[in-house]
């Protein structure tokens, strides 16, 4: 049986065992942190959906306000003009197909893929290799496009990518514990709303069935679904 250490539990013991608005949350979990280093903080949602089945799928991308704290590395892969726009935007490396093969040869230096679409026939050998990572790039989440400048950016921006997994909940990181609480705040609903927007039409019945913030050694904290709906227009 998992347990946890002591420093943890006794974090544990310190936090809301209701849900909470974000505003509660954020400094409640800053006051109980017992990390030597600086920690991530993470927002998890559960939906009220079925991932085995396709129309129920939730899958999508946010742009985080304040970005995400941390720099990522992002490899294009394109041909002719478009390697001197992805210079130019920021990409930390930039090649052609010929990346296909050092990426096979076990080369992994990097924090997102954007590809071009005419690079995609050689580029989807890699299916096996960068999908389970979530670096497989993707028309739906703007990684394969020709406007690789605009997904660089973007990506640098703090763009992030949600996903539902197996078990019907998305992780996505809102931030540092260094960030203030309103950054974090701000991020946090940006993931959120982005999600409740992403609501597949065959999902039925109710939606967002909870939401957990937490930090990356920290204990969990509830948050109340209604105090975060996106307001009436």
Request: proline content about 6%; glycine content about 8%; hydrophobic content about 45%.
């Amino acid at each position: 049986m998992k347990t946890h250490g002591k420093k943890y539990e006794a974090a544990a013991k310190l936090v809301a065992t209701k849900p909470c608005t974000l505003e509660e949350a954020i400094p409640l979990l800053k006051k109980v942190r017992y990390a030597a280093f600086e920690e991530t903080m993470e927002i998890a949602l559960l939906l009220g959906v079925d991932p085995k089945h396709a129309d129920q799928m939730v899958r999508g991308t946010v742009i985080l306000p304040h970005g995400t704290g941390a720099s990522k590395k992002v490899l294009v892969i394109a041909s002719g003009e478009k390697l001197k726009e992805a210079e130019k935007a920021g990409a930390d490396h930039v090649g052609g197909v010929e990346m296909v093969q050092k990426i096979q040869e076990g080369w992994l230096d990097f924090d997102a893929v954007v590809a071009t679409p005419d690079t995609m026939k050689d580029v989807g050998r890699l299916g096996k290799v960068l999908g389970p990572k979530g670096l497989m790039p993707n028309p739906k989440t703007g990684t394969v496009t020709f406007d690789v400048a605009k997904a660089v950016q973007e990506i640098k921006a703090g763009k992030v990518e949600f996903r539902v997994d197996k078990t019907a909940i998305i992780h996505v990181p809102v931030g540092k514990m260094s960030f203030d609480d309103q950054k974090i705040s701000d991020n946090a609903l940006a993931v959120i709303h982005a999600v409740i927007r992403a609501k597949p039409s065959a999902a039925k019945g109710k939606y967002l069935e909870s939401i957990y913030l937490c930090s990356t050694m920290g204990p969990s904290i509830a948050i109340d679904p209604v105090s975060v709906e996106i307001p009436a227009a």
